[in-house]
């Protein structure tokens, strides 16, 4: 199994440009999230979604958009990069309800 | 909105010496996750208490969450190097459950 991967591992950005991390999942969950992790500040909640076809915001949205096209992939797009948005992002699924998540191996992103 | 609070921040201890992690919440906890956490890689899941008063180990690491679920401890016996990293607790929050939050993390540093 591959569990959850993201892609790409690094990516440098100018500002102002865009781009979309990929998140894929071969465990058949339900929920999807997207985190930013800063230093200092833990992993905070950027977008998540519940089920296919359904996303909410999380502490951080502002910036990015997300998108579950299917139930297997959960994107996050950057439509103008920021230095502010400089982090690592990591990917996670889980099965709705108390059951443990899974994450991605982290996006480090540069915005320069 | 549900808030975790971790303590200490960060914690520098000698091997062998046992050592406390405390995590509390705002709010009842439903569904309570420790992972841990190497530097640049991915989270990995160590344990998840759902019921007031549980108590689960794994190897020498040893988690309870107390009797009104709002607060758990992780509890490392007889400490390694091999424990080192970050300690996040996380907590199924919001509407259905749905949303899964993390405290801001405590770093552990083993000293041979």
């Known amino acids: 199994n591959a569990g959850v991967t993201q892609t790409p591992k690094f990516q440098v950005l100018k500002t102002g440009q865009s781009m979309t991390l990929q998140c894929a999942q071969d465990?058949?969950?339900?929920?999807m999230y997207w985190y930013r992790q800063d230093p200092g500040m833990g992993l905070r909640l950027i977008y998540y979604?519940?089920?296919?076809?359904?996303?909410d915001k999380g502490e951080v949205p502002n910036g990015y958009n997300v998108s579950r096209l299917n139930k297997r992939e959960f994107s996050l797009r950057l439509e103008s990069a920021a230095p502010s948005q400089t982090s690592v992002y990591f990917c996670?699924?889980?099965?709705?309800?108390?059951?443990?998540?899974?994450f991605g191996q982290g996006t480090r992103l540069t915005v320069v | 909105s549900q808030e975790l609070e971790q303590s200490p921040q960060s914690l520098i201890v000698q091997e062998g010496k046992n050592l406390t992690i405390n995590c509390t919440s705002s709010?009842?906890?439903?569904?309570l996750y420790w992972y841990k956490q190497k530097y640049g890689e991915g989270l990995i899941f160590l344990m998840m208490?759902?019921?007031?008063?549980e108590e689960k180990s794994h190897e020498k690491i040893t988690a309870k969450l107390d009797e009104k679920k709002q607060q758990s401890s992780l509890h490392i016996t007889a400490s390694q190097p091999s424990h080192a990293g970050i300690y996040l607790c996380?907590?199924?929050?919001?509407?259905?459950?749905?949303?899964?939050?993390f405290g801001k993390g405590t770093k552990l540093s083993v000293k041979p």
């Open positions: 996670a699924s889980k099965l709705t309800g108390k059951a443990e998540a899974f």
């Open positions: 465990m058949n969950h339900n929920s």
């Open positions: 979604s519940a089920s296919e076809g359904t996303t």
């Open positions: 709010k009842t906890l439903y569904g």
């Open positions: 208490l759902q019921k007031g008063g």
């Open positions: 996380g907590a199924d929050s919001g509407r259905s459950q749905g949303n899964l939050i």
